[in-house]
């Protein structure tokens, strides 16, 4: 439970229809399994203690009697188990039967929940048996023992607020408003769904995007458990589909017919965070009732995955339609604003290295939109101390197979009169040797835009943003920044990407030996005609920095709890001591690079995470880290 993870398990018993001793040995077994594997949350399906598929044997009262006791005798297996376990029955209350979720704790019922929404179509005649809940809370009477009763229960944690979940029943979650809306409004960050769906041909995916739909829509995690082996096929087969969602996202789920216990964390510290930025997500508790139970966190060994590249999807067709949804938003960001300042020219510089290569491919996308020539696009290549003949070459044959106008303006005279100018020697390679050449550059594209009545289009990135990696007033500077929001793990797949579709072999040529190229600004001299500067040696591996990113910034985790993720996700990779400095890096430098952001260009925001001070990210430049670092500084390593 330790930063807010709280593992759960859906779970289908095989059962057999009526047999309530049977049944409850059965789901015993279950929740022995699931608290040996340290669940805290174990969902059961709709009316699994009896069956769901009893018809008019719900009317017997032996039945129901019999449901009586095998809840008992769940419940009281269930002591010593740090572990709720939320099965389904049927009880009876003034003359009604109720399809009711029982939430079974260390000996105790916590709550009775009754299903809101009885159906009566198709295969269902569930109003044959069942009367819907009240619309108020109440009592019932189980086994001489008065219970919370209602469909406005909650059940919260006393020793993690965060941890708070509310039950809905099978149709309530295909009804226009869900219970579950509510349950959320009121503070429930998991749902628990018991469930008798039948399956049907493609069933499966429409209840799966339900289940997911709704946890996207209710910032909240979904455990959905469903009723498979031992009910009734007389005119319907169970295929006991279990899913585990958390907002919008799929994390665990059993193969039909398989009746696996599906088990997943759910992260309620991320789901509380994010309701807390949603303003339109309104909190109203009016009618509830919340029952607190104690269970004390301890930590949760994780099973789910952390995408070490979160910001990329996995090979196939879903990373070639994020490709290019990115490029066309970049595109007609720098299209609408090519035509809204009527401007003869773009004007950017053009390294050789991926950044600008992306830009100029943007570039290039934006003229053809517009149906201008791309000769309109001015690409200067300005060599200096460090420009290697290969990145120099490469952007030379860069701009030519894109077609657009080349221009060629060494630095190095300018800098060194500027070196002289302010009396810097030329054997001091710090800060000022390395930004000269920076700024000397973007004067250079500057006075080019100025010259030709064009702007100059910026080519740093996210993640260059996020570090700070950029010279004031020097690269930092355009009059508009395509890159501004794309991380530098997704840049270089962007360049693939458009390296794998064109028919120009030139032009594949030199994006594949762009691609294979190293990062690096090229700001001190090469070493042999070797690049000397490398820059993931300096501040770091990028592809941590942008995980980094995006569970720090995106998604608000503390220091601790981005550490820990990044050991698991990286293991193997990069050891925690390496994982730990580079971490360190991260928030030094994001706090103290902050005056950077402050001031960028305008830049078209093309996923979630983007830091211009107009929109998503809006920080002091003088905010301490301390509180960050202070909490990494308690972090031991192996």
């Keep these: 439970m330790r930063h807010g993870f709280i593992k759960c398990a859906a779970g289908t018993p095989e059962i057999k229809v009526a047999d309530c001793p049977y049944n409850a040995e059965r789901i015993i077994e279950l929740m022995k399994r699931a608290a040996k594997e340290e669940v805290r949350l174990l969902v059961l399906p709709e009316l699994c203690i009896t069956g769901y598929t009893c018809g008019d044997l719900f009317f017997q009262r032996r039945l129901l009697d019999g449901a009586v006791a095998a809840l008992d005798k769940i419940a009281l297996a269930s002591i010593g188990m740090k572990m709720i376990t939320v099965a389904g029955l049927p009880l009876a209350k003034n003359g009604r039967i109720y399809n009711c979720a029982a939430v079974i704790y260390q000996g105790d019922i916590l709550g009775i929940v009754p299903k809101s929404n009885i159906p009566n179509y198709n295969e269902f005649y569930e109003w044959r048996n069942f009367a819907p809940a009240p619309a108020n809370n109440s009592e019932i009477t189980v086994g001489g023992t008065d219970y919370p009763f209602g469909q406005k229960l909650l059940f919260a944690c006393s020793d993690l607020q965060e941890?708070?979940?509310?039950?809905?029943?099978?149709?309530?979650?295909?009804?226009?408003?869900?219970?579950?809306s509510y349950h959320c409004r009121a503070g429930?960050?998991?749902?628990?769904?018991?469930?008798?769906?039948?399956?049907?041909?493609?069933k499966d995916e429409y209840r799966r995007s339900l289940v997911c739909g709704q946890s996207a829509k209710q910032f909240c995690g979904y455990v959905y458990a469903n009723a498979g082996q031992g009910e009734s096929t007389t005119d319907i087969v169970f295929a006991g589909q279990n899913i585990i969602a958390e907002n919008g996202i799929l994390l665990a789920e059993s193969p039909?017919?398989?009746?696996?216990l599906t088990i997943s964390e759910i992260d309620v510290h991320r789901l509380d965070g994010e309701r807390r930025k949603i303003s339109t997500f309104v909190p109203d508790d009016t009618g509830y009732r919340i029952i607190y139970f104690d269970m004390t966190p301890k930590d949760t060994k994780l099973t789910r995955a952390f995408s070490k590249s979160p910001f990329v999807p996995a090979p196939g067709p879903e990373r070639s339609r994020r490709c290019e949804t990115v490029l066309s938003i970049q595109s007609m960001g720098l299209k609408t604003r090519i035509a809204h300042t009527n401007s003869s020219c773009v004007v950017l510089g053009v390294s050789g290295g991926l950044d600008s290569c992306l830009a100029l491919l943007v570039c290039a996308r934006a003229m053809d939109m517009l149906q201008r020539p791309r000769k309109d696009i001015i690409a200067v290549t300005m060599p200096g101390f460090g420009t290697t003949d290969r990145t120099r070459g490469n952007a030379e044959k860069l701009v030519e197979s894109i077609g657009a106008t080349l221009m060629q303006i060494g630095i190095n005279d300018s800098v060194l009169q500027h070196f002289k100018d302010i009396g810097h020697s030329t054997e001091e390679r710090n800060v000022v040797y390395e930004n000269a050449q920076a700024r000397e550059r973007t004067q250079i594209l500057m006075d080019i835009a100025n010259k030709h009545g064009g702007f100059v289009v910026g080519t740093g990135d996210l993640s260059e943003l996020a570090l700070g990696w950029a010279t004031y007033n020097g690269d930092h500077m355009s009059m508009y920044g395509v890159n501004a929001s794309v991380p530098k793990t997704l840049v270089r797949h962007l360049v693939e990407y458009c390296a794998d579709r064109t028919d120009n072999d030139s032009l594949k040529a030199v994006l594949h030996d762009i691609l294979d190229t190293p990062v690096s600004p090229e700001l001190l001299p090469a070493e042999n005609g070797r690049i000397s500067q490398r820059t993931e040696s300096i501040v770091g591996p990028y592809e941590l920095h942008d995980f980094f990113l995006y569970y720090a910034i995106r998604w608000g985790f503390p220091p601790s709890k981005v550490f820990r993720i990044a050991s698991l996700s990286f293991k193997g990779e990069y050891d925690e001591k390496e994982i730990l400095r580079w971490l360190r890096t991260f928030y030094?430098?994001?706090?103290?690079?902050?005056?950077?952001?402050?001031?960028?260009?305008?830049?078209?925001?093309v996923g979630s995470v983007a830091l211009s001070p107009r929109g998503d990210w809006r920080m002091p430049s003088d905010a301490s880290a301390s509180e960050w670092l202070e909490e990494l500084n308690g972090i031991t390593v192996r």
Excluded: H, M
């Design 188 to 202: 429930a960050t998991i749902i628990a769904n018991l469930s008798g769906s039948n399956e049907i041909v493609g």
């Design 256 to 260: 039909l017919f398989s009746g696996e």
């Design 163 to 180: 941890f708070r979940f509310g039950v809905e029943i099978c149709e309530d979650l295909w009804v226009g408003i869900s219970p579950s």
């Design 588 to 605: 030094q430098r994001f706090f103290s690079q902050q005056y950077k952001r402050s001031c960028l260009p305008d830049g078209p925001k």
